[in-house]
């Protein structure tokens, strides 16, 4: 018995560390392409990497996703980028979406196809600044 649980123990532990290293890889890319840079401390405002327009994320299905976790101010998508950006009410709703599905594998809609979520915080006016460029 004692087998089982340290052979699981040792999956959840690699799975997170995956999770980790691509949750990094993506605040990389964010950096490089954008020039926003992500941050540790919670704030209203999300990042979220394979979830774009740019890899088959609708916007009615992010939207469904991330609102069940509290009152979605604004959702935006720039167009042919893997990634969006939202901006929560609070920012506990926000911590509690980053809790629930960094890391979260959906299926697209439109494609059948499974993709892994990854979440991060950044500044709250970030959001306001990209609605107008």
């Known amino acids: 018995m004692e087998v089982k649980t340290s052979k699981g123990h040792l999956k959840i532990h ?16 964010l ?10 401390h919670a704030t209203q405002s999300l990042v979220i990497a394979n979830a774009g327009l740019g ?29 969006s950006f939202v901006k929560y009410g609070t920012t506990e709703e926000a911590k509690k979406a980053f809790d629930a ?4 594998e959906v299926t697209l809609e439109d494609f059948g196809q499974n993709i892994v979520l990854y979440i ?14």
Not at 120 to 133: A, C, H, M, P, T
Request: glycine share 6%.
């Open 101 to 104: 599905l960094n890391g979260k």
């Open 14 to 29: 690699k799975m997170k560390k995956k999770v980790l290293r691509k949750q990094v890889r993506a605040q990389h890319t």
């Open 55 to 83: 890899n088959g994320m609708s916007r009615q299905q992010l939207l469904r996703i991330v609102e069940e976790y509290g009152l979605v101010e604004t959702l935006l998508m720039p167009p042919n980028k893997p990634y």
């Open 31 to 40: 950096m490089r392409h954008e020039g926003i840079e992500c941050i540790s």
């Open 120 to 133: 991060n915080f950044v500044e709250k006016g970030i959001i306001f600044l990209l609605s107008y460029i």
